[in-house]
């Protein structure tokens, strides 16, 4: 399975804008999220098949904020998780994203 990614690391600088996204094989796209997500202020976000998106970011409390954004709901989908719950999330991973491809998201407007 290949998945688009984008991303911003704030500790080593690196950045992939979500209109320029970077493809990844599955094993590669964890690997990547597992590194960029180190510090406040980090983020991954993946494209599914459906161009649907599935985003990570590091809050500043250790959590992990998973989301994932449906304009037409006008708002997120979401949940904070602890970081070691981080890599069960990505190995799982389904190739289509949507608001119920991962457990319990509750929703958030804009």
Sequence with gaps: MEVKSF???KSSGDKVDSSEPVIFDKDTAISVAMQIL???GDFIGFIGTNEKVLQFYYEDDGRIWVEHPSQKDGGSFGKYIPVQELEPILINLPEKFHKMCIPNLEFRSW
């Design 7 to 9: 991303y911003c690391c």
């Design 38 to 40: 180190r510090e406040p």
